[in-house]
């Protein structure tokens, strides 16, 4: 796989998972820079900051260059495949937003779409993976449906594996884990202004 590949597979597909795009050195040094102080996440920034527990379990932090050198060379890496995907399929994508996501053991986040059509700037997601080692028994698969609701796939959590979707197309959810699992979501937005709101990152 590479960008032209991933260019292609969206287009066709609306999504695709990219193996193996960074080496087992960078997942570690990236898995290394993640700092302590976790957060409960919340369901959507849209709605009340609520900690929707039945819906998500995870915990997670923003990504911030200010975190090191491999989590700015992550943002780097976004950055060049958001100029890339921007010529040749024009979604507009204008910046990018990730946070860390730590699922410890039992914990899932329920199917559900990371963007509404026109309810949100969110157009692509980004999910790359931490986990060395990971087997079936381990759980916590990402499982991807269509917008009826087919099943197209479950994705192992597997360390250097990056996963690339259409926002709005892709209902989705994370089985529970059995060990503890890390993952980087982040989301390309096109700019615009939701409602009558400024439309701030985050
Ligand atoms: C999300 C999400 C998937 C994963 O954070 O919105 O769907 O595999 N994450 O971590
Ligand atoms: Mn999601």
Request: charged residues 25%; negative net charge; hydrophobic residues 40%.
């Given at each position: 796989?590479?960008?032209d590949?991933?260019?292609?597979?969206?287009?066709?597909?609306?999504?695709?998972?990219?193996d193996?795009?960074?080496?087992?050195?960078?997942?570690?040094?990236?898995?290394a820079?993640?700092?302590?102080?976790?957060?409960?996440s919340?369901?959507?920034?849209?709605?009340?900051?609520?900690?929707?527990?039945r819906?998500?379990k995870?915990?997670?932090?923003?990504?911030?260059?200010?975190?090191?050198?491999?989590?700015?060379y992550?943002?780097?890496?976004?950055?060049?495949?958001?100029?890339a995907?921007?010529?040749?399929?024009?979604?507009?994508?204008?910046?990018?937003?990730?946070?860390?996501?730590?699922?410890?053991?039992g914990?899932?986040?329920?199917?559900?779409?990371?963007?509404?059509?026109?309810?949100s700037n969110?157009?692509?997601?980004?999910?790359?993976?931490?986990?060395?080692h990971?087997?079936?028994?381990?759980?916590?698969?990402?499982?991807?449906?269509?917008?009826?609701?087919q099943?197209?796939?479950?994705?192992?959590?597997?360390?250097g594996r990056?996963?690339?979707?259409?926002?709005?197309?892709?209902p989705?959810?994370?089985?529970?884990?059995h060990?503890?699992?890390?993952s980087?979501?982040?989301?390309?937005r096109?700019?615009?202004?939701?409602g009558d709101?400024?439309?701030?990152a985050?």
């Amino acid at each position: 796989m590479n960008v032209d590949t991933l260019i292609d597979a969206i287009h066709t597909h609306g999504w695709c998972i990219w193996d193996d795009f960074l080496t087992p050195e960078q997942v570690s040094e990236l898995r290394a820079s993640i700092p302590a102080n976790w957060q409960q996440s919340g369901i959507g920034r849209d709605m009340d900051y609520v900690q929707e527990a039945r819906v998500r379990k995870d915990k997670i932090q923003w990504l911030a260059p200010e975190m090191g050198v491999p989590v700015q060379y992550y943002l780097q890496q976004m950055e060049d495949l958001r100029a890339a995907v921007n010529r040749h399929l024009y979604l507009g994508l204008f910046e990018y937003e990730a946070h860390f996501a730590k699922y410890e053991p039992g914990d899932f986040y329920k199917k559900h779409l990371d963007s509404f059509r026109g309810q949100s700037n969110r157009k692509l997601t980004t999910v790359f993976y931490l986990n060395d080692h990971w087997v079936a028994e381990d759980g916590g698969e990402l499982v991807m449906y269509d917008l009826d609701d087919q099943h197209l796939a479950q994705v192992a959590p597997k360390a250097g594996r990056l996963v690339v979707f259409l926002s709005e197309n892709f209902p989705h959810e994370v089985l529970p884990a059995h060990k503890r699992r890390y993952s980087i979501a982040g989301w390309y937005r096109v700019n615009g202004n939701t409602g009558d709101r400024l439309d701030v990152a985050r």
